[in-house]
């Protein structure tokens, strides 16, 4: 066991080591992994002050095909601004001059409109690498003037990250468009995606030529929230990372944002739903929205994202991922190792692996309730890998080294001890010398009627067959309901249930095994009578619930894992009983309890059987009731109780008329036979208690 917990210890250090190095596998597994907590959370409120106006499907069949001219879009931004629009956000990137003199009267008009309104915002992209620059065929001198225009962007306060991206160039839309007066209305477009290409993160600050950017997002926020002459505050607030990033706290729906066509907007005054609002302008029709993928759409316009972004801000509800959530990471790994270091090191394989399961989901239901609850966002990947590679290493090193002496038992014991007994035993080896424990457990005895008549009859090679037949389903039918099969006594067939492996419904699985023999034999009657001659073949059974001494019993050289007791006589006192009622199935009253709601009985009787001076009260278990069965069983009950209470003339009378209904049924013709012997000569002292004195 001290090397379990040496090597659970080892494991869990390794466990650590791993997430502090964050292997690139392991961190796409966590990025999918931490996109489950979106699923599973739905969507959350916004803020109510980020409104969507779409270049939609009806947009363009009523203001014409794409490109529109910019002199729309001069239409659309100064419809906004008279309707009280705060602020107006474009997602639309104008990098080329417009063809023509007409052309070039529409740019002008949309420079007119931007220079005119300090609250509209435009965007201009970063360059990233050297082929995004030789793509973009931008010569030195423009990069320079694109760099003058949007200057006046730029933090004004010493906040730099320590590791954030720096820009190479920059993609600034037409020259008319740019550098506007009034105040910061510029922000980047950039949306850097992770690896796999899905947005969780977004960066809201690149460095370029010294100077630190804001995105057109975070250019939003500091007119609506911060102060864009000291935007500190803010930035403090929103968790970037050491790259500038901020980790976005999707919306979760991408319905909620209030939408309205631009068509609509230009011809219906809709000042009720953007007045004071941040209005965002962007394309949702099919074939013209920018799609990204993200943990709530794997298809969402890049104008929605833009609005999750923003109302995250202005919420306040971020998410939080830093060293403290990192501290908090290695905490769990740390706590979960330690708690299967020591726990696997004192349970066996079952417990040791409930133990795993119990652990895998306590830390995913801790995980996303500190997602929910304080929006921390914690190593999801890492806690569950370091809860697997405990486990399964110590779970090899137990079954390599720790396991021999279990499967030697096993391989001694395989041929002549059941599955159930074997896995007991292997265990806890101990059991393999003699002795045992006491439980309460119910025992099953079953016998032919009238064997020793058949042995007579019969050959033996077609005895041996028949019983063969017969053993083999009545055995399968024991096995499938959980018991263990004791032995074999002839015919006679010696069940237990609920041992080795205990089975808190022992009782109402024997009673199911029980129904289930009467039904194969009911079924099977035929065909034995035509293959091996034994004809109309009755058997009956007797089950106890009681405690009794359980264990492997006998001498040094051989032993059964059997039971003894009381309960254990009482079971099969029982099984012989059926000859004298005329019943096949019998139980007793602490069996009938606590199934007596499960399966159709009958009491029967208060008996003093052979070897017991207390009476016991037996029950018939009636297999597959039939309607004639039904209709006597309250006139039997009725019958029942004059007959206890030494009323044998009404009692018989009810007799007769239960026969009359079933004029097979056992139980009624044995008491009526007994109510008129008991009118001949009276019972002394009756106590409505029949004495057996065989067996």
């Not at 299967?340 to 090191?345: E, I, K, Q, T, V």
């Amino acid at each position: 066991m001290k090397k379990v917990l040496l090597l659970a210890l080892l494991l869990t250090g390794i466990s650590l080591l791993i997430s502090w190095s964050r292997p690139s596998f392991f961190e796409t597994v966590e990025k999918k992994l931490y996109d489950v907590h979106f699923a599973l959370r739905g969507p959350v409120p916004i803020s109510g002050k980020v409104v969507l106006i779409t270049i939609d499907e009806k947009s363009i069949n009523k203001l014409g095909r794409w490109p529109w001219p910019r002199s729309t879009f001069s239409r659309i931004f100064e419809e906004l601004v008279a309707e009280g629009a705060r602020i107006v956000a474009p997602d639309i990137f104008f990098a080329d001059p417009s063809r023509g003199p007409i052309g070039e009267q529409n740019d002008a008009m949309l420079a007119k409109t931007l220079r005119e309104n300090s609250n509209i915002f435009t965007g201009y992209y970063f360059l990233m690498t050297h082929e995004e620059i030789e793509e973009s065929n931008l010569s030195p001198e423009r990069l320079e003037e694109n760099l003058r225009n949007v200057r006046g962007s730029a933090l004004e306060v010493p906040f730099r990250p320590p590791g954030l991206k720096e820009a190479i160039g920059i993609q600034d839309t037409l020259p008319i468009f740019s550098n506007l007066p009034g105040g910061k209305r510029q922000g980047f477009f950039n949306m850097i995606g992770d690896p796999d290409g899905t947005v969780r993160e977004v960066p809201v600050l690149i460095g370029y030529q010294g100077a630190v950017f804001p995105s057109l997002q975070l250019q939003v926020a500091l007119s609506v929230i911060g102060d864009d002459e000291d935007p500190l505050p803010l930035l403090k607030r929103l968790r970037l990372n050491r790259e500038g990033r901020f980790l976005v706290n999707f919306r979760g729906d991408t319905r909620l944002f209030p939408r309205v066509s631009a068509a609509d907007l230009l011809e219906e005054d809709q000042s009720f739903l953007v007045a004071d609002r941040i209005v965002l302008v962007g394309a949702t029709a099919a074939g013209l929205e920018d799609f990204r993928p993200t943990p709530i759409d794997p298809t969402i316009a890049s104008v929605v994202l833009t609005a999750n972004i923003i109302d995250n801000m202005i919420q306040g509800d971020l998410l939080r991922k830093d060293s403290l959530t990192d501290l908090l990471s290695r905490l769990l790994i740390l706590a979960t190792g330690l708690i299967l270091a020591f726990g696997l090191s004192r349970v066996k394989a079952l417990p040791g692996f409930l133990l795993f399961l119990s652990l895998l989901l306590a830390e995913a239901l801790l995980l996303h309730f500190l997602f929910l609850k304080w929006r921390c966002v914690l190593q999801n990947i890492y806690p569950f890998f370091s809860c697997f590679f405990v486990y399964g290493g110590t779970t090899i090193y137990r079954y390599l080294v720790e396991e021999k002496e279990k499967r030697f038992i096993s391989e001694t014991f395989q041929h002549y001890l059941s599955p159930d007994v074997i896995r007991e035993l292997t265990a806890h080896p101990e059991k393999v010398r003699l002795g045992g424990e006491r439980k309460e457990l119910t025992v099953f005895f079953s016998d032919i009627r009238d064997f020793t008549t058949i042995v007579e009859e019969t050959k033996a090679e077609t005895l041996v067959a028949f019983l063969n037949s017969y053993l083999t389903p009545v055995t399968d039918v024991i096995l499938s309901q959980k018991g263990l099969l004791d032995k074999y006594i002839g015919d006679a067939v010696m069940a237990v249930f609920g041992a080795p492996l205990p089975e808190p419904d022992h009782p109402e699985l024997a009673c199911q095994a029980a129904v289930e023999m009467i039904r194969l034999v009911k079924k099977e009657r035929e065909r034995w009578a035509t293959e091996f001659k034994v004809l109309k073949l009755r058997i009956g059974i007797g089950i106890n619930t009681g405690p009794m001494t359980v264990g492997n019993m006998g001498s040094e050289r051989r032993f059964d894992y059997t039971v003894v007791g009381d309960a254990v006589n009482l079971a099969s006192r029982l099984e012989g009983l059926n000859k004298f009622y005329g019943t096949q199935i019998l139980v007793s009253q602490s069996t009938f309890e606590p199934v007596k709601n499960l399966f159709p009985f009958r009491e029967l009787d208060e008996a003093r059987v052979k070897g017991k001076k207390q009476a016991v009260r037996i029950y018939e278990l009636m297999a597959d009731l039939q309607t004639a069965q039904e209709k006597i069983l309250p006139l039997f009950r009725e019958a029942l109780e004059r007959y206890k209470g030494g009323q044998f003339g009404p009692a018989m009378e009810l007799f007769q008329k239960c026969l009359i209904l079933d004029p097979k049924d056992g139980p009624s013709t044995l008491f009526l036979s007994r109510c008129q012997e008991y009118m001949k000569r009276p019972p002394e002292d009756w106590e409505g208690v029949t004495q057996f004195k065989e067996k």
